[in-house]
């Protein structure tokens, strides 16, 4: 399966800044994601990174706040904007493999970020 | 009412036990099921997809049933290590949707 490098591990960071994680993959893939695990919660899918055109956001879930690039098929980058502590959270990129089949889903490491 | 819904428990089972999940899902179109597997602190990574025909891998069987809307996992003989959240997984049209997780601590 696909190995995912993400980065930083964990951050601890001012209210009212900002943060840019990234993904690194090993391999092209077509369909990366984004998603938040709250403490104590499953995970919540943020937005899908379309390569070459905007990200598409689920409900609840606005550009301004997690702007996200895609410029090619191996790299995302995901922006946590104008922090507050509700922010705080573990976010994950994913990328989708045919795994024999169907569809399964790989993550990177985790992001755990804490806003103070 | 939830998409997905696992009981969160905590399940403790001692050593060589045999545990059971279930994981029940509201949307019928629901097209592929997975359980995923996550450590304290670590990043959910996948244990088994589900078929309708039931699938097993070692001392886990997944099984699922359409026509009652649940997917389930047996884990056979527990091992310490068998200590985690497990995750069920829905997915329909690319789109996936996590349950919250049932965690299983498994003590000598």
């Known amino acids: 399966s696909a190995v995912i490098s993400q980065k930083p591990s964990r951050d601890i960071c001012q209210r009212g800044t900002s943060l840019t994680i990234q993904c690194q993959v090993d391999?092209?893939?077509?369909?990366m994601f984004w998603y938040r695990q709250q403490p104590g919660q499953s995970l919540t899918l943020i937005a899908t990174a379309n390569q070459g055109s905007e990200a598409t956001y689920e409900s609840g879930f606005v550009i301004d706040k997690f702007p996200i690039s895609r410029p090619n098929l191996t790299f995302s980058t995901l922006t946590v904007s104008n922090m507050s502590p509700e922010d705080s959270s573990i976010y994950l990129c994913?990328?989708?493999?045919?795994?024999?089949?169907?569809?399964?889903?790989?993550f990177g490491s985790g992001t755990r970020l804490t806003v103070v | 009412r939830k998409e997905v819904e696992q009981d969160p428990g905590p399940f403790n089972v001692p050593e060589g036990a045999t545990v059971a999940f279930n994981c029940t899902y509201s949307?019928?179109?629901?097209?592929?099921f997975f359980w995923y597997r996550q450590d304290c602190r670590k990043e959910p990574k996948l244990l088994m997809s589900?078929?309708?025909s039931g699938n097993e891998d070692g001392r886990f069987t997944a099984q699922l049933n359409r026509a009652s809307q649940y997917i389930s996992l047996l884990i056979r003989d527990s091992k310490l290590s068998d200590s985690a959240t497990y995750l069920c997984v829905l997915l329909n049209a690319g789109k996936s949707t996590f349950g919250d997780g049932t965690t299983l601590t498994v003590k000598p």
């Open positions: 994913s990328v989708a493999e045919q795994l024999n089949p169907p569809y399964g889903y790989t």
């Open positions: 391999s092209q893939v077509t369909m």
């Open positions: 589900v078929y309708s």
């Open positions: 949307n019928s179109a629901s097209q592929s």
